[in-house]
């Protein structure tokens, strides 16, 4: 009778196990096409903000100011992904991610409503707080759902959709700049927004077990305070203090014990923000530094390519937009091949081919010059975007194939946290290069000295105020941009070079979904 009863009770938990694993296929796609809308509305937001950048400097002015607006919104998604992969470890991916997507809306409703630059990067501060739950918590989702041998194909579609959004950014950016208002661009991901809330709220069911687990506060301070300190001395170096001042010194000293102290906290935490036990996996620890490194690289073509295409080439923002979409195209289309090229070549092959594509582009981008036009710089763009895209789905699937449930979350943001430091460094450092080397060029050309400031940059963007000025001023602010720019693009075939030579210290045996 016993032996009856418990093969009975074995049956009805399989029956309901099975039911469950049913109605998770069910649900999949509406799952995946509310976290596909939400990457949607995360990877928008970028090269739409980037195209419409120079309108933006040109209605509130603040050149100087022009990086903050990136590293802002950079240094709140960099600090607070690793807290919300943490949280997603404990509560579950579904609160979390409902949380970001409110807190992004916020931010992003307030920022359209702007009057000053200062206003602006406060509000993309707190875009930035919502963002930093969108791509690691998605990312985590689907590596939630799907098995092993599906998810090199469904990364590769979420990683080609990040890079499709993107691809209506810079157009849609140019447009929207040119036919209506800047503060658009702000609102139009919005309905995006409200449908991925509505549709995670539906359909996203988890089972997690309650557990009173400590969240690693301390760390996260100290890791905000040593970014940001980092971030104020590379924007403002060069410019408003002498690399050698007290203040440039005291903030750097600031920034090297904080994150010496992160690193002490970390060792000693119960539960670290970020545990440096899954980083001694090599295929890991390689990942998470190449994405520093291409994190930089992004930042650098998204952030700086239109302010040439306008400034220097004399192109509307339209064309300026063309050019980041070029690298939209080459990412989605990336993504997806490396979903196949994971399964036939390895994950260490495919990572070096993203590697080479994002020196090919880099070196593009060096060699161009201004009488080259909007193709040029479309091609470099493009090249770099294919190795973005080889290499972002790579990492993303072998880092959830390594750990376990538990580590995903805080595993994949990681890596999502690696990237954005990589973003936020790169847009605080190439913006405090293009401020420090606009500078010297014109301290150097003392017949303008009196008419030209960096801020004087901000009519250059303007077609109609760009008429205005005397010819010999536009003059010497477009050589003195195109030699800002050019060490910029040094900078970023640097990073390239970086990238490549420390993916070749990846195992041969390592492949994407083994």
Request: overall charge positive; charged content about 15%.
């Amino acid at each position: 009778m016993d032996i009856i009863l418990v093969e009975r009770m074995r049956n009805l938990v399989q029956a309901i196990n099975t039911s469950n694993g049913q109605n998770l296929k069910l649900k999949r796609p509406f799952i995946l096409a509310a976290i596909m809308m939400a990457m949607f509305m995360n990877a928008i937001e970028g090269t739409i903000v980037s195209t419409a950048m120079p309108a933006i400097v040109s209605d509130l002015g603040g050149f100087s100011l022009y990086s903050w607006v990136f590293s802002g919104y950079l240094l709140m998604n960099a600090v607070t992904v690793l807290i919300y992969g943490k949280l997603s470890d404990i509560v579950g991916r579904k609160p979390v991610l409902l949380f970001g997507i409110i807190v992004f809306l916020i931010g992003s409703v307030l920022c359209g409503f702007a009057d000053s630059m200062t206003e602006l990067i406060f509000y993309r501060f707190l875009q930035g707080f919502g963002a930093g739950a969108v791509a690691p918590v998605a990312s985590t989702i689907v590596g939630d759902i799907y098995k092993n041998e599906e998810r090199a194909r469904i990364q590769g579609y979420l990683s080609s959709v990040w890079g499709i959004s993107a691809v209506m950014g810079p157009a849609l950016g140019g447009l929207i700049v040119e036919s209506l208002s800047w503060r658009l661009v702000f609102w139009i991901n919005i309905p995006l927004g409200l449908l991925s809330f509505v549709g995670i709220w539906m359909f996203l069911h988890e089972n997690i077990e309650k557990k009173k687990r400590d969240i690693d506060y301390i760390g996260a301070a100290l890791l905000t305070l040593s970014i940001s300190t980092l971030m104020v001395v590379l924007v403002q170096g060069g410019v408003k203090w002498s690399w050698a001042s007290t203040p440039a010194i005291s903030l750097v000293g600031i920034a090297v014990v904080s994150f010496v102290l992160f690193i002490v906290q970390e060792k000693r935490a119960s539960e670290p923000m970020m545990p440096f036990e899954i980083w001694k996996e090599r295929s890991i620890l390689i990942a998470n530094l190449v994405s520093l490194t291409t994190g930089v690289m992004m930042i650098g073509l998204s952030s700086f390519l239109p302010t040439f295409v306008q400034g220097v080439m004399e192109r509307s923002p339209t064309v300026a937009g063309f050019t980041l979409t070029a690298m939209s195209i080459g990412w989605p289309i990336a993504s997806v091949f490396a979903g196949r090229l994971l399964l036939k070549i390895g994950f260490k092959a495919t990572s070096l081919l993203g590697g080479v594509s994002l020196i090919l582009g880099s070196a593009i981008l060096v060699l161009m010059k201004p009488e080259a036009g909007p193709l040029i710089a479309a091609m470099g763009s493009f090249f770099v975007g294919v190795g973005m895209g080889l290499t972002s789905t790579s990492f993303i699937v072998v880092i959830q194939k390594t750990v376990s449930w538990e580590r995903r979350g805080i595993a994949t943001a990681s890596n999502m946290f690696m990237r954005n430091l990589g973003n936020t460094v790169g847009a605080a450092l190439l913006g405090g290069v293009m401020n420090t080397r606009l500078q010297a060029y014109l301290n150097e050309h003392a017949a303008v000295e009196s008419k030209v400031t960096i801020d004087t940059a901000n009519k250059l963007l303007d077609s109609e105020e760009r008429a205005m000025l005397p010819k010999d001023v536009v003059e010497v602010l477009q050589e003195g941009l195109t030699t800002s720019l050019h060490t910029i693009y040094l900078i970023v075939l640097l990073f390239a070079v970086i990238s490549l030579v420390t993916l070749t210290r990846l195992k041969k045996r390592e492949k994407g979904t083994e």
